[in-house]
């Protein structure tokens, strides 16, 4: 499948009328985050252990929720493989909720990998879209870089920064990511489809 240039043109407008349609609530949508991120760093214990309790209740709901679909649909292929999937998810959720101090070091391994594609996608994203948001692209490229220094202080911080990096981390990446969203909202106010 190729593009010619009408192609790509069109694109980029509907793109840059997508968010000048829809700045405001890009805009609250990273007040939010700035929130959200100040109360995790000024209370990062308390933030991972919310953040640990969340993903215990999502993995036990979510293996349930397998387990049910697993028998309701006993005679398909693959009956076992869902079975211990769904299982699985049960048991670390319980693990989760009822241990949650042997699940940090674990989920800061997972959190780790998410600040890695978060950064990696948010670097892709700015360079991708720099002439869409000329005033603003260079704010998601080190919302990016930040992601990215994240990710290797908390590896090289292991195991003793478990208790508190995942509250205090992911309340730095939500403060430059709502930073990010507030600087391309205040940008595409200003934007219309046709310059894009």
């Known amino acids: 499948m190729t593009f010619n240039q009408s192609d790509i043109r069109n694109f980029r407008m509907a793109f840059a009328s997508a968010l000048h349609a829809n700045w405001k609530l890009y805009l609250f949508e990273g007040i939010v985050l700035i929130i959200l991120g100040a109360a995790a760093i000024i209370i990062p214990q308390v933030a991972t252990l919310t953040v640990e309790l969340f993903i215990g209740w999502l993995l036990l709901f979510s293996g349930i929720a397998g387990l049910f679909t697993t028998f309701s649909v006993r005679p398909m292929p693959g009956f076992w493989w869902s079975l211990i999937s769904a299982l699985i998810a049960i048991a670390a959720g319980l693990v989760l909720l009822f241990w949650p101090i042997s699940g940090m070091v674990s989920l800061t391994l997972v959190l780790i990998a998410f600040f890695i594609i978060e950064g990696i996608s948010s670097i892709m994203f ?35 920064s478990a208790a508190w990096a995942i509250g205090l981390l992911v309340g730095i990446n939500l403060v430059f990511g709502g930073c990010a969203l507030c600087a391309m909202a205040l940008q595409a106010r200003n934007i219309t489809p046709t310059s894009a």
Request: aromatic share 12%; net charge negative; hydrophobic share 60%.
């Open 126 to 160: 700015a360079a991708e879209h720099r002439n869409e948001l000329p005033g603003s692209w260079w704010v998601m490229l080190l919302s990016g870089i930040v992601d990215l220094i994240l990710a290797g202080l908390i590896f090289f911080a292991l195991p003793s």
